[in-house]
């Protein structure tokens, strides 16, 4: 076995191909992973020191200005990413279009998010901040160079970038709370970030792979192009961003923005390890889009495999969370956060479904059910919002977390039973939820052996 695993060694190492996607794939997930626990240190700090109240109103802010982002990024990413990669020769065309696509949905959010706080019971500074935080997404145009080291595997300039700004804007807010600067600066914070990293991506762009953005130009006939292919995407994304954010803001309208603040620590601390979930299912993309084209029916068992392992890895971190959730807030955010160590217990159970959630992408990507997949968006969305009108008039914070565990749990598995083309997604899912305190073989011993050794 062992002189298996060397002889493959070898020849992975010997694999230029490997070495590229290999390098550019570490120098992302150690910026996500350095990203991870230094924000989260941070935003433990911020959030001690602004307490649960202010801490609630920025999370508030926030997940308001989500709402519309969609409308800014219109869905273009892998769009453009893909468009790159199949001809390298219309990078200018596709960057400069896809800036003032952006820039223009960055524009024109801001009437949107006027005409959205008209039904909100907001003061004039809540208002403010909100209108703060949404200025950001002008500077987040120019993350269209994202898109060119993506398509070009180089994203080691992107790590490079992020890893600078988060760095600047760390010590930038430690400064504020030594200084005990008002909720205001740390709202200013996100713009200053998004402009260091615009700034950092410029100058990337231009002295490290020696390209000028003075060569972008617009093409409508680009454009009419990419928003073609896109418009699916942002129904989905904006479908997205009322799922994810929405209990925020209706905790605020009818419970106020102390609850906010206990809230936004329960999701913070229960979804923290769902980047394990997003690395694995990104690792593995490639080889099922491999073995999918190959045999749809090892496929199948392949996936079913996954499932079991991340229904299993979820299970046990909820477990774990659940188990030392008194201790876990305790320690990390102090006694003024004590209501969230409830919330976190019942919160926590939800990542087993966002595991399951997240790896299902493998099955709607490689079988073309894109359209389905924003519809169990949409679906959620919808059902969330009925439910939050429902329970959190009658259980407060605790009322949310029911929606969103009932609406996750229809979205990202109930709903695959409905369609002909997901069912047997469905009985995958189940199968992994079934067999959670089942141990079998070790299921990724596939990936280990080599794909020659399973068939």
């Not at 390098?23 to 990203?35: C, F, V």
Request: charged share 15%; glycine share 4%.
């Amino acid at each position: 076995m062992w002189q298996r695993l060397l002889q493959i060694k070898a020849q992975l190492l010997a694999h230029e191909g490997f070495r590229r996607y290999g390098a550019n794939t570490a120098w992302l997930m150690g910026e996500k992973i350095l990203r991870m626990f230094i924000g989260l240190f941070v935003g433990i700090w911020i959030a001690r020191y602004l307490g649960p109240e202010q801490f609630g109103l920025l999370s508030y802010a926030q997940s308001f200005v989500f709402l519309f982002t969609a409308v800014a990024t219109l869905g273009l990413d892998s769009i453009v990413v893909r468009e790159l990669v199949r001809d390298q020769s219309q990078r200018d065309v596709l960057l400069g279009t896809a800036f003032a696509l952006k820039f223009a949905g960055s524009i024109v959010i801001l009437p949107l998010l006027w005409v959205g706080v008209q039904f909100t019971s907001n003061d004039s500074y809540t208002n403010l901040l909100i209108f703060i935080i949404a200025s950001a997404t002008i500077f987040q145009s120019f993350n269209v160079i994202d898109f060119y080291y993506q398509s070009t595997v180089m994203s080691k300039y992107v790590a490079f970038a992020n890893t600078i700004t988060l760095a600047i804007s760390s010590l930038v807010k430690i400064y504020l709370i030594l200084s005990q600067a008002s909720l205001l600066a740390f709202a200013l914070v996100g713009v200053f970030d998004a402009l260091i990293l615009a700034l950092g991506m410029i100058y990337f762009y231009i002295f490290k792979t020696n390209h000028s953005l003075k060569s972008w130009r617009f093409d409508r006939n680009v454009a009419k192009y990419l928003f073609s292919d896109s418009w699916p995407l942002i129904i989905g994304s904006t479908a997205s961003a009322i799922y994810m954010n929405i209990d925020q803001i209706m905790i605020k309208e009818f419970s106020g923005n102390i609850n906010v603040g206990y809230y936004a620590v329960a999701v913070k601390l229960s979804t923290i390890w769902t980047f394990i979930t997003v690395t694995i299912v990104s690792s593995l993309s490639p080889h099922f889009t491999k073995v999918f084209l190959e045999d749809e029916r090892f496929f199948n068992k392949e996936l079913a495999k996954i499932y079991g392992v991340l229904v299993k890895i979820s299970f046990c971190i909820a477990l774990i969370t659940f188990i030392l959730a008194d201790y876990i807030v305790e320690i990390l955010y102090g006694n003024l956060y004590k209501e969230s160590v409830k919330l976190v217990k019942m919160y926590v159970w939800i990542i087993i479904l966002i595991f399951l959630s997240n790896a299902s992408w493998l099955y709607y990507i490689n079988k073309s059910l894109s359209k389905i997949a924003s519809y169990r968006l949409i679906i959620g969305a919808i059902v969330n919002i009925f439910l939050n009108l429902l329970l959190i008039p009658l259980y407060s914070i605790e009322g949310a977390i029911i929606s969103t565990i009932i609406s996750s749990f229809i979205s990202s598995y109930l709903i695959n039973i409905f369609f002909d083309d997901t069912r047997n997604n469905f009985w995958l899912q189940t199968q992994a939820l079934k067999d959670i305190f089942v141990i079998k073989s070790w299921y990724l011993s596939y990936y280990i052996r080599g794909s020659n050794d399973n068939k």
